[in-house]
């Protein structure tokens, strides 16, 4: 198994935390390996609660989307790319908790395609959600920084 590049971690998550979604949810990609990763939102009451006073569903959507992603990724090659093409999750536990926590795990990486999954629990440890995601990889598709890269495996 490859080894992924710490200081290609580290300007990935640099980036992908600026990148105007991640901030929109309070999202961050806390940390990144070879097969996973976590990522992890600060929950904002004014901004991510449904009418009845719990996370809305849909940011339980994004998060598992996300660390299902980032997963898989860390495995693909350089200068390729990968987009989700389903997304299945179970919503385990509603929740008004300031933070959830998501496990982002690689399951299988194919020629065309990857498979991840993904646990959300609250800072308790709480499971509150399980989803897995299918993604497709794209040829010729690098992820776009400034500057010089530097290679992503070791």
């Known amino acids: 198994m490859r080894k992924i590049n710490p200081e290609y971690v580290s300007m990935v998550s640099e980036a992908t935390n600026a990148s105007p979604y991640f901030k929109l949810l309070n999202m961050r990609l806390i940390h990144l390996d070879t097969g996973s990763c976590k990522i992890e939102i ?7 609660f449904q009418p009845y006073g719990n996370v809305h569903g849909g940011v339980y959507a994004s998060i598992i989307d996300a660390a299902a992603f980032w997963a898989v990724f860390s495995q693909v090659d350089e200068n390729i790319g990968m987009t989700s093409v389903d997304l299945k999750l179970n919503f385990l536990s509603a929740t008004n ?35 897995t995601s299918t993604l497709m990889i794209i040829q010729n598709l690098s992820f776009q920084f400034g500057g010089s890269v530097p290679p992503k495996f070791l």
Not at 103 to 110: A, C, E, H, M, T
């Open 42 to 48: 600060d929950v904002d009451p004014k901004k991510h």
């Open 97 to 131: 908790g300031l933070k959830l926590i998501a496990y982002g795990k690689s399951i299988k990486l194919g020629r065309t395609l990857g498979y991840g999954q993904t646990q959300v629990t609250d800072e308790t440890g709480k499971m509150l959600a399980h989803g």
